[in-house]
């Protein structure tokens, strides 16, 4: 019984070193809820991957820039990331609504509130704190055209700095 007990602690202890090992090199992605309790718990901005199943440059962001080490570590540190199907039929709930899937346009209506009704995909959206407005940057992003945008709301600069001033003082690292 102790050797099976020890071989259980020992298993254990491995698979708790391999979750970290990939939580190191992988965006932690949450669910839309989890994202929303966690900020409302310890406010983070919440960055939103919105894509689309069938978005090749969606697919593309993924392996170019939700892998690159500095904005996985970045991200991890400074956000809450959520992934996000544009064109879920299934209902999405953010701050007491819900968002059900649009036959119209086809999409979900939360993906026409995060866009401002301007739907592009992939499309990164940063709600900066609960009760904000959600600020969206269309088109695929390399790390270095991602750091800006994501640096000037995790660094908090947004309330006080006009983007155009902070990007010009960035020194960008990606």
Known sequence: MPRFIGFLIILISC????????????????SLQEAEEAAKKAPRPVLID???DWCG???????????????????NEHYYAVKLDAEA????????KTF????????????????????????????PAPGEAPQAVAGFMMP??????????GDKAYPNTPFPVFHKQLKTKW
Request: proline fraction near 6%; glycine fraction near 4%.
């Open 15 to 30: 698979n708790t070193l391999n979750a970290q090992k990939t939580t190191d090199k992988d965006i932690r992605w949450m």
């Open 50 to 52: 919105l894509y689309t």
């Open 57 to 75: 440059w969606c697919k593309v962001m993924d392996k170019r820039t939700y892998k690159n080490p500095k904005v996985v570590q970045y991200l």
């Open 89 to 96: 039929k299934t209902p999405y709930h953010w701050m007491g």
């Open 100 to 127: 059900d899937f649009n036959p119209q346009y086809r999409t979900n209506d939360f993906a026409i509130y995060l866009t401002g009704g301007q739907l592009s995909y992939p499309s990164t959206v940063i709600i």
């Open 144 to 153: 270095k055209e991602l750091e800006p945008f994501v640096k000037y709301f």
